[in-house]
């Protein structure tokens, strides 16, 4: 009992706040608070306005020059309501926004640089324009410097967009986020929880490590999964399909055979001396050595000269022509067979009469009547 008293007192111990201003507040256990909504700038929360002027800049390129010109005046009339000056310099090529007397809400100018900045990005000024409300974030998304080759680049981007946009339009429905992929920038547009995830699309997309099509499927079990009350807070890890990468081409490791292990070094190789020694080329004056190289270089001078001449003359060798068969000598075979197949049956009928010859008995014959015995012998007068 003491040792759970002891515990008790402990733990008011830790709950206890120091300092006058870590005491609990009535609105902390405040059910119907929502802690993570975004409430609406009232002005009369700065009725004085902001001491100081800031500025935030950036450059477009041309091409985007006669649609700015066009959209100019919606996003200054957009941004006035807010107490937000804009400049647009068509000289310098350049988007200028800055704070004024009016402007109350000091994070406003940071929303308007973001203004300017999907403005250059080829943005559509009616959607660049949504990014001024409290509930939309934006994040413009560098691709260009995360691989080296033009053609694998523009392939990898390709494959973000899908045919007919059908990536890009599932990925925009699925995080809720409005994205463009222009040139070596991917500008992206909604809450903070789909920027991120687009975020992670796209680079995987370009680094080559995921296809957006295996995020688009993890997207879309994740959504059934938020619907099921029972697995709201657990892992969904089980859940989720694991992707891997099946074309990795692995460099294959060369196994080096192991010469069999000798204490002594190999010996040592003879060197240019050595050689001419041993051929007697050493003993030889200058004039004879130039000697000796020219005609050897002679010789394989005529050997590669008989060699192209035996391979340009191949070229004019006529084909053998296919051997005909003769009709002749067809019909002279068809002929041999027929008499071969004559003769072998006259050996069989002779083959026959000799074995009922043999199977006669002498009694039997002896014995007969003599009626029979002139009536064979006709038949045998009628053979002859």
Same mark, same amino acid.
């Given at each position: 009992?003491?040792?759970?008293?002891? @515990? *008790?007192? %402990?733990?008011?111990?830790?709950?206890? $706040? *120091?300092?006058? $201003? !870590?005491?609990?507040?009535?609105?902390? /256990?405040?059910? %119907?608070? !929502?802690?993570?909504?975004?409430?609406?700038?009232?002005?009369s929360w700065n009725p004085d306005g902001l001491l100081e002027v800031s500025s935030f800049s950036t450059i477009f390129p041309r091409y985007r020059e006669k649609y700015l010109q066009e959209a100019w005046p919606k996003v200054k009339s957009a941004l006035k309501e807010y107490?937000?000056? &804009?400049?647009?310099?068509?000289?310098?090529?350049?988007?200028? #926004?800055?704070?004024?007397?009016?402007?109350?809400?000091?994070?406003?100018?940071?929303?308007?640089?973001?203004?300017?900045?999907?403005?250059?990005?080829?943005?559509?000024?009616?959607?660049?324009?949504?990014?001024?409300?409290?509930?939309?974030?934006? !994040?413009?998304?560098?691709?260009?410097?995360? #691989?080296? %080759?033009?053609e694998r680049f523009v392939k990898r981007r390709q494959r973000l967009v899908g045919p007919n946009s059908s990536t890009l339009k599932a990925l925009e429905i699925l995080t809720s986020c409005y994205i463009l992929v222009q040139g070596n920038t991917v500008a992206a547009m909604?809450?903070?929880?789909?920027?991120?995830?687009?975020?992670?699309?796209?680079?995987?997309?370009?680094?080559?490590?995921?296809?957006?099509?295996?995020?688009?499927?993890?997207?879309?079990?994740?959504?059934?999964?938020? =619907?099921?009350? &029972?697995?709201?807070?657990?892992?969904? !890890?089980?859940?989720?399909?694991?992707?891997?990468?099946?074309?990795?081409?692995?460099?294959?490791? =060369?196994?080096?055979?192991?010469?069999? +292990?000798?204490?002594?070094?190999?010996?040592?190789?003879?060197?240019?001396?050595?050689?001419?020694?041993?051929?007697?080329? +050493?003993?030889?004056?200058? *004039?004879?050595?130039?000697?000796?190289?020219?005609?050897?270089?002679?010789?394989?001078?005529?050997?590669?000269?008989?060699?192209?001449?035996?391979?340009?003359?191949?070229?004019?060798?006529?084909?053998? @022509?296919?051997?005909?068969?003769?009709?002749?000598?067809?019909?002279?075979?068809?002929?041999?067979?027929?008499?071969?197949?004559?003769?072998?049956?006259?050996?069989?009928?002779?083959?026959?009469?000799?074995?009922?010859?043999?199977?006669?008995?002498? /009694? @039997? +014959?002896?014995?007969?009547?003599?009626?029979?015995?002139?009536?064979?012998?006709?038949?045998?007068? *009628? $053979?002859?």
């Amino acid at each position: 009992m003491e040792v759970e008293n002891a @515990e *008790k007192v %402990n733990l008011e111990q830790k709950k206890k $706040h *120091k300092g006058k $201003h !870590d005491k609990p507040k009535p609105w902390d /256990e405040d059910p %119907n608070i !929502d802690r993570w909504k975004i409430e609406k700038f009232d002005p009369s929360w700065n009725p004085d306005g902001l001491l100081e002027v800031s500025s935030f800049s950036t450059i477009f390129p041309r091409y985007r020059e006669k649609y700015l010109q066009e959209a100019w005046p919606k996003v200054k009339s957009a941004l006035k309501e807010y107490g937000i000056a &804009a400049e647009l310099n068509l000289v310098e090529g350049s988007m200028t #926004v800055s704070t004024t007397r009016k402007t109350r809400d000091p994070y406003i100018i940071i929303k308007a640089r973001d203004l300017i900045k999907l403005l250059s990005r080829s943005v559509p000024a009616p959607q660049a324009i949504k990014i001024l409300d409290d509930e939309m974030q934006c !994040d413009i998304i560098k691709i260009g410097n995360l #691989v080296r %080759n033009k053609e694998r680049f523009v392939k990898r981007r390709q494959r973000l967009v899908g045919p007919n946009s059908s990536t890009l339009k599932a990925l925009e429905i699925l995080t809720s986020c409005y994205i463009l992929v222009q040139g070596n920038t991917v500008a992206a547009m909604g809450s903070f929880k789909g920027l991120k995830q687009v975020r992670r699309i796209v680079e995987d997309c370009v680094e080559n490590k995921m296809h957006p099509v295996y995020h688009i499927k993890i997207l879309m079990m994740k959504k059934e999964l938020e =619907k099921d009350r &029972a697995l709201k807070d657990e892992n969904w !890890d089980r859940f989720l399909p694991t992707f891997k990468k099946k074309n990795v081409q692995t460099k294959k490791v =060369k196994s080096k055979e192991k010469k069999p +292990y000798t204490p002594f070094p190999p010996p040592q190789q003879p060197s240019k001396i050595d050689q001419e020694l041993e051929s007697g080329e +050493y003993f030889l004056s200058e *004039k004879k050595k130039l000697a000796k190289k020219w005609e050897e270089k002679q010789e394989k001078q005529a050997q590669k000269a008989a060699e192209n001449k035996r391979k340009r003359e191949e070229a004019f060798v006529p084909p053998k @022509e296919p051997v005909k068969q003769d009709s002749n000598k067809s019909e002279n075979k068809e002929e041999d067979v027929a008499a071969l197949a004559m003769s072998l049956k006259q050996k069989a009928k002779e083959f026959g009469k000799q074995k009922s010859l043999q199977t006669i008995n002498a /009694e @039997e +014959y002896i014995s007969a009547p003599a009626a029979e015995q002139p009536s064979k012998k006709k038949k045998k007068s *009628k $053979h002859t």
